[in-house]
């Protein structure tokens, strides 16, 4: 199957304020570098805790920010900053936040209405007959499109901003936590929507969220996050059921379950390092209870680890 996405080598590193005496600080890398691919059709989560680098790594890949190294490709085709518009036709982005996402000074009409001009330069009866299939498909109805965003509840604005991101007919969403603003039962309506329209549209997702449980559901795999690089990749059936990493393992532990007591999973620290200041080694070896002298010294690579899963670890977890 060919792959929708593949990015090579990626990273992002954030440059410091040059002092006025001495040499300019080497930056913050906030994400390491990385490569991976997304079959199409498929849904991809991304996990890791706050500060692992995976609303970076979304930026880059919809080119709000530009790599310091590696490449992009979408459906074969190597994507740069050169034409923003080219990244608009092939991948959009779903935002955290749905009412902060919305220009509150512009009609609904006028939000949808800006990637079908800009990216299509569809005419005024194509327009309105394309919004009118995409509101149809989440649900909305088409009174709302004279209204303001603050007219609507948090569900019905992230319908608006999915429905948004369809507008450019894109076969990449890359989706920001798009439910942990709303509320839990407004979250299994969206869910349910994003799986109907992935079905329809024959989308591919990139899935990023702090919710286990959610993302477990959701995505055929999973790649967790540490101090901006790729620990563990799993199918998402296995991957927290049979952790290899112990970072992943952490997580699946820390994770709230119904029936169980909430204990603090054993690690030695709970601090991310440092990234003015990164350690040698592996990034986890100072939270971690299986870390050696290895570990401090050597970068731990991505090595298979049975069927379809690979971690990044000099003692991973056996089965």
Do not use: W
């Not at 989440?138 to 509840?153: A, C, G, K, M, T």
């Not at 820390?254 to 999973?265: F, K, N, Y």
């Amino acid at each position: 199957m060919m792959s929708a996405l593949k990015v090579d080598n990626l990273a992002k590193t954030f440059p410091l304020k040059k002092p006025l005496f001495g040499p300019a600080p080497p930056g913050v890398r906030a994400v390491r570098p990385m490569s991976f691919e997304v079959p199409t059709g498929e849904t991809l989560g991304v996990v890791g805790e706050s500060g692992c680098g995976k609303s970076t790594l979304a930026r880059m890949l919809v080119g709000l920010l530009e790599p310091t190294e590696g490449t992009i490709e979408i459906g074969g085709r190597a994507l740069d900053n050169a034409d923003p518009a080219e990244f608009g036709k092939l991948i959009q982005y779903v935002f955290q936040d749905p009412q902060s996402s919305l220009n509150p000074r512009k009609t609904i009409r006028q939000i949808m209405e800006a990637p079908l001009k800009r990216l299509h330069n569809l005419s005024r009866p194509a327009r309105d007959e394309r919004i009118a299939e995409i509101f149809a498909s989440v649900n909305l109805r088409e009174e709302f499109l004279d209204r303001y965003p603050h007219e609507f509840s948090g569900g019905q604005a992230q319908r608006i901003g999915i429905a948004r991101a369809l507008a450019a007919s894109p076969r990449i969403i890359i989706l920001d936590e798009p439910v942990s603003a709303l509320d839990v039962s407004v979250q299994a309506q969206v869910l349910n929507l994003l799986a109907e329209l992935k079905t329809r549209f024959g989308l591919t997702y990139l899935f990023i969220t702090h919710d286990l449980a959610v993302v477990e559901a959701v995505s055929d795999r999973i790649i967790v996050l540490y101090f901006g690089a790729v620990v563990e990749i799993g199918k998402a059936e296995s991957i927290f059921a049979k952790p290899r990493h112990p970072y992943t393992n952490l997580l699946a532990n820390s994770a709230p379950v119904v029936g169980r007591p909430l204990t603090a999973p054993e690690q030695k620290g709970s601090e991310l390092p440092d990234p003015l200041n990164p350690p040698p080694g592996c990034a986890f070896a100072g939270r971690c209870p299986r870390a050696t002298d290895l570990c401090r010294t050597e970068v731990p690579t991505l090595k298979h680890m049975g069927e379809d899963q690979l971690a990044a670890c000099h003692h991973p977890l056996e089965d």
